[in-house]
């Protein structure tokens, strides 16, 4: 199987330092304020948010392909919850909100392929420590 690679650097204090997060074709900046407060640049919640939306937008995508539709879209939102716990900030909760539009696709054929892709994407696998809910729309 395939393995990527990204590199973050930081610089300086945590609160007064910054860093650079780079990808593929992704370089950018990340502070104390954009990953605590709200200031300029990303954050490593918003990277994961991009990954496991990304991630379950594909699986469900497959999943709906192997009963032989052709899903016209996949729209995943996610929302990661960072909170603290007694050893420090903690992401605690992802919220996934799904859009799909497919034609012959049925609500009970949908919401089971949905719960699937949940639970077998390899990054919600991989965050199965946070608790992952799931908000999925067929439309």
Not at 1 to 10: C, D, F, G, L, Y
Not at 18 to 33: I, V
Not at 45 to 73: D, Q, R, T, W
Request: with cysteine.
């Amino acid at each position: 199987m395939s393995i990527r690679t990204a590199k973050a650097q930081w610089n300086g204090t945590l609160k007064e330092g910054d860093g650079l997060m780079s990808f593929s074709n992704y370089n950018g900046p990340y502070t104390f304020k954009s990953r605590f407060e709200e200031g300029d640049g990303t954050n490593p919640e918003e990277l994961i948010g991009a990954a496991i939306s990304g991630c379950y937008s594909m699986f469900l995508s497959a999943l709906i392909s192997g009963e032989n539709l052709k899903p016209e879209y996949v729209k995943t939102t996610a929302r990661v919850h960072l909170d603290n716990d007694d050893i420090g900030p903690k992401i605690t909760l992802i919220e996934l909100d799904t859009k799909v539009k497919c034609n012959g696709l049925s609500g009970q054929k949908f919401e089971e392929l949905a719960k699937a892709s949940k639970e077998k994407c390899p990054v919600s696998r991989l965050y199965s420590s946070a608790e992952i809910k799931l908000d999925a729309e067929l439309e």
